[in-house]
């Protein structure tokens, strides 16, 4: 069974339809990338996966691990094992790194009747997570995203994916803003989070992040609907050609 | 650290929104409603007290007549008749005690469901408590370990018979009986409170800890309390509120004195969590409280740390006269309202004595339809010569419907005064709501979450022990405020 299904998905922000109709399967262990023009509504699939009050789906549905989603609040489908990592993360002044990290990991160890974690395990566990993505103990003191800097949010949205091992993770542009050392790191990261039932969708605008974190299909969309798919070779062709060069798209 | 946990579960266990509504079924005896001479010469003598307090009653009863009621704060307050209150409403069986083995079982059994263990083994180490019951303190812990450092911790009836001599001396000394309406009316009915005094150089081995509860129905609250810490001595103090639900309003009008003498250190802490009506404003506890500390002594310091979640109504200004020679004032302040509920709240800091320095932080939280208001005096006098004050004033606002509005009022005598004010509003976003649910967190914990980080400044200053509950607190006093 797949792990993500989209079937038919139309969605509307303010009354404008973005989406006009999605097809997606994504079946376990796979990585697909989602490459388009600004604008063509990559963010906004994001969101309406997840959930985002706003955005009203008008037709289709979602389907995680064979169950239909759309119905759900947003944090029931995160504690379901979804994880958005955002393309502009958000700053949460006064809320310090810890008791949101950990937070979210409790609430998601209570949906599954398991004990919450041992303060004590749980700053080893982040301490170690962050050092393999080059995130000081400093940076962990802080409030959430207040002052980090464009790279140093990406980052964080990935220790935040490694602690909470979602099943399906959307990853919005999250090689933005970081620099050549710091994609590398972060790729490795997310290398490592790859296993045989976690999938991913990695929504990039550049074939670079493809070459790290290498995708088993490529989907571009333009205009709200996905104009074309096919494996990693089509991320080439876009970074060669432009999407202008690419049949049926924008 | 046990008993924090045990505070917790009983504010989860109790059930309603408002943890505290319930009524204790319990037999009092209550004064008839009204407000005369006779009704005052009756609590005096309920008090036993001795001539000089009847006469000091008096005085301010006759005062209180002749004033009007204040209208000059942001809130709008329904007509109190002031003859429809009992103004006093003991428990039966709370004469005459001497230990804790004599308190009806029923109190102690109140006190439990609040949170507040009055058995000595339960409580909290290191804290003693006075318990005050409608009109009467019904039970002071620990006074023995606190006798044997010199330390006077009891209910100010007491010590209006036992150490009349520091009472007369004190009582009146820092908010004289006409400074307002409200303070005016609490001197001629005050029935009962905490009296505080730490001699000279003695640090207070215990957190000093009252806890007010109303229960009787149209009864009002009127406690005095009195601290006295000479020099060089310290002592640190708690007092926390709730009431049960009741459909009218309800009036507590408190006063609290403070005196700081020569490097003399009080740190004052409320945590008050008074009914704070229904989603329409109906019911719910007005809280008219004056406070105020008077650092007489050179570099003496006060410190006022509240946090304020409950009340239909708040009006409270704890202040500080800065007297002494490089003494210091404090106002740590968190203040959340939702619903229909109103305050209006703040901090004077009165400049008097050379190199005084004063601190403000306020936080106020506006959920629901409420209105949030900080009013400040920072007052710097011609005589206090490079006096500071620094204020920090930031509103956090959930919802649509709420108001912020901060007050300040700055007078400066002195050029050589330094007076900083900053000053903020922010919304709690959608988008900051939604990466929190993106989490797996729910809505109310990321409100709580959001919330408690903005006011962590002042949280941080509250006693250990009370930091976590006062944090519950500020959670359940927001639930249903967004969505
Ligand atoms: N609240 C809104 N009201 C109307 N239109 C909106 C709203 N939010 C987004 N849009 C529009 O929806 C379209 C898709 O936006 P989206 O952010 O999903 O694009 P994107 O593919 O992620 O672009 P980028 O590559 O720049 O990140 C855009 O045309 C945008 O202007
Ligand atoms: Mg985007």
Redesign the interface.
């Known amino acids: 069974m797949s792990i993500l299904e989209i079937r038919g998905l139309k969605a509307s922000v303010d009354g404008n339809e973005i989406l006009h109709g999605i097809d997606l399967i994504v079946n376990p262990g796979e990585v697909h990338a989602i490459m388009g023009p600004n604008g063509s509504g990559k963010s906004t699939l994001s969101y309406v996966l997840s959930g985002r009050a706003g955005y009203e789906i008008t037709g289709g549905d979602i389907l995680l691990n064979g169950n239909s989603i759309i119905d759900m609040e947003a944090d029931v489908r995160a504690r379901l094992g979804l994880f958005l990592a955002f393309q502009y993360p958000v700053e949460l002044p006064g809320v310090s790194g810890m008791s949101f990290l950990r937070a979210a990991i409790n609430a998601r160890l209570r949906e599954e009747n398991q004990e919450e974690v041992d303060q004590l395990a749980f700053v080893k566990m982040v301490r170690a997570e962050a050092k393999k993505l080059g995130i000081s103990d400093e940076m962990l003191k802080r409030a959430v995203n207040v002052g980090f800097s464009g790279g140093e949010k990406k980052r964080y949205e990935i220790l935040q994916m490694a602690l909470l091992k979602p099943i399906m993770a959307i990853l919005d542009e999250t090689d933005s803003g970081l620099d050549v050392d710091a994609l590398k790191i972060v790729s490795e990261g997310v290398n490592l989070l790859r296993n045989p039932y976690r999938s991913m969708l990695v929504i990039t605008h550049y074939q670079r992040l493809l070459s790290h974190i290498i995708p088993d299909k490529v989907h571009i969309l333009s205009n709200g609907v996905i104009a074309k798919s096919g494996d990693k070779t089509l991320a080439l062709q876009v970074e060669e050609n432009g999407y202008s060069g690419i049949d049926d798209a924008a | 650290m046990v008993a924090t946990v045990e505070t917790i579960s009983a504010v989860e266990e109790a059930t309603g929104k408002y943890k505290y509504g319930f009524v204790t079924d319990i037999a009092s005896e209550k004064a008839p409603k009204g407000l005369n001479e006779d009704i005052i010469r009756f609590i005096s003598e309920k008090k036993s007290e001795p001539e000089w307090m009847l006469k000091w009653r008096l005085k301010a009863y006759r005062h209180w007549l002749k004033m009007p009621e204040p209208n000059w704060s942001k809130l709008s307050i329904e007509p109190i008749d002031y003859n429809d209150i009992h103004y006093y409403s003991a428990p039966k069986s709370a004469e005459k005690l001497n230990s804790i083995a004599d308190v009806d079982p029923e109190l102690i059994a109140t006190y439990e469901k609040l949170g507040i263990p009055l058995n000595e083994q339960k409580m909290l180490a290191g804290v003693a408590v006075d318990a005050v019951f409608d009109s009467v303190s019904v039970a002071t812990t620990f006074r023995e370990e606190l006798s044997k450092a010199g330390v006077i911790f009891c209910p100010i009836s007491e010590a209006i018979q036992k150490y009349p001599e520091l009472v007369k001396k004190y009582l009146g000394s820092v908010i004289p009986v006409a400074d307002n309406y409200f303070s005016a009316l609490n001197c001629a009915v005050f029935t009962d409170g905490s009296f505080v005094y730490v001699p000279k150089n003695v640090r207070c081995p215990l957190e000093l800890s009252t806890y007010f509860r109303i229960n009787e129905q149209n009864t009002g609250q009127f406690e005095r309390t009195l601290i006295i810490v000479e020099d060089g001595g310290y002592v640190s103090y708690l007092e926390g509120c709730t009431a049960p639900q009741r459909d009218e309003n309800q009036l507590h009008a408190a006063v609290v004195e403070l005196v700081a003498l020569t490097d003399a250190e009080i740190k004052y802490s409320t945590v008050q969590n008074w009914y704070p009506g229904d989603e329409n404003g109906k019911g719910g506890i007005y809280n008219f409280v004056t406070k105020r500390g008077s650092c007489r002594g050179d570099r003496s310091k006060i410190s006022w740390t509240q946090v304020e979640t409950g009340s239909a109504i708040t009006w409270k200004y704890p202040s500080c006269v800065l007297r002494g020679k490089n003494s210091v004032g404090e106002f740590y302040s968190v203040a959340v309202t939702n619903g229909a509920q109103q305050a209006d709240t703040g901090t004077k800091m009165i400049h008097l004595g050379e190199g005084s320095k004063s601190t403000i932080i306020s936080k106020g939280i506006s959920a629901g339809k409420s209105q949030n208001t900080y009013r400040g005096l920072v007052e710097i006098n011609r005589g206090a010569e490079s006096a500071r004050n620094f204020t920090q004033c930031d509103s956090l606002l959930v919802g649509q419907l709420c108001g912020a509005h901060t007050v300040p009022y700055i007078v400066s005598r002195n050029p050589s005064g330094k007076i900083e004010h900053e000053a903020t509003t ?1 919304r709690i ?4 709501l ?10 109310e ?1 990321a409100v709580s ?2 919330v ?5 400044e002042v949280m941080k200053e509250l006693p250990m022990e009370f930091a976590v509950e006062a944090q519950k607190l500020i959670g359940i006093s927001l639930e249903g405020s967004v969505g």
């Open positions: 922010s976003s959608e988008e900051q939604f990466y929190c649910l993106q989490r797996g967190i729910s809505e914990d979450l959001i408690n980080g903005f006011c962590k």
